[in-house]
């Protein structure tokens, strides 16, 4: 069962960047980054496809951008001009998600 790390989250001002990273055990086909607030749903965010396609959430297209590293079965999301309501937990899986495989996240809190 491929297992899910993500790091890089942390505390920034309103406008500020961030960027987030994640590895998989294993190599699948496509990944992506969700998000979730208490309360709420967990949120799609972006898709990366080990062909080189991308995929962004409308919610954040122009902001943020997601890439991919194959080699080392890797994602990252590139987060700019955040928004205090981007605060959440990010999570990365695979796109369906696995449903057994989410890791513990990285929380990213936006402050104004």
């Known amino acids: 069962q491929v297992q899910f790390v993500e790091s890089g989250g942390g505390m920034v001002q309103s406008g500020g960047s961030l960027r987030l990273s994640c590895t998989a055990s294993?190599?699948?086909?496509?990944m992506g980054w969700y998000r979730q607030t208490p309360g709420k749903q967990r949120e799609f965010i972006a898709e990366?496809?080990?062909?080189?396609?991308?995929k962004h959430a409308d919610s954040v297209k122009g902001r943020f951008t997601i890439s991919r590293d194959n080699a080392r079965w890797s994602i990252y999301l590139q987060m700019e001009a955040l928004k205090v309501e981007d605060t959440a937990v990010y999570f990365c899986?695979?796109?369906?998600?696995?449903?057994?495989?989410w890791g513990q996240g990285t929380q990213v809190t936006v402050f104004s």
């Open positions: 899986n695979g796109v369906p998600p696995y449903t057994d495989s």
């Open positions: 294993g190599s699948i086909y496509a």
């Open positions: 990366a496809n080990r062909d080189g396609t991308t």
